[in-house]
């Protein structure tokens, strides 16, 4: 993400249903040259630590090219999982 104006709209994106009916969704990631941690539904924190780039996203319908059009080419994520409701590990 460029910005961490960015990454708000992303989340509300997925709030309001954009990306299928997304349950759950966590991650760390850099937005802008900030690190941050999120937890749909609700919550966004500030990091201090590099080397982050894991999100997990929970639901049904989950539009993944839709999400990964979210995050550029030059984004370094290590990991980005999808699951549906059925099978949580």
Do not use: W
Request: charged share 25%; with cysteine; proline share 1%.
């Amino acid at each position: 993400m460029k910005t961490p104006e960015q990454l708000l709209s992303f989340l509300g994106a997925i709030i309001h249903g954009r990306f299928g009916n997304i349950i759950r969704a966590k991650g760390q990631l850099m937005a802008g040259e900030q690190y941050f941690q999120f937890g749909c539904r609700y919550s966004i924190t500030g990091l201090d630590s590099k080397g982050m780039g894991k999100m997990v996203f929970i639901g049904d319908g989950l539009r993944k090219k839709a999400i990964c059009e979210n995050f550029g080419k030059s984004d370094k994520y290590k990991k980005i999982k999808y699951k549906t409701q059925n099978n949580l590990v």
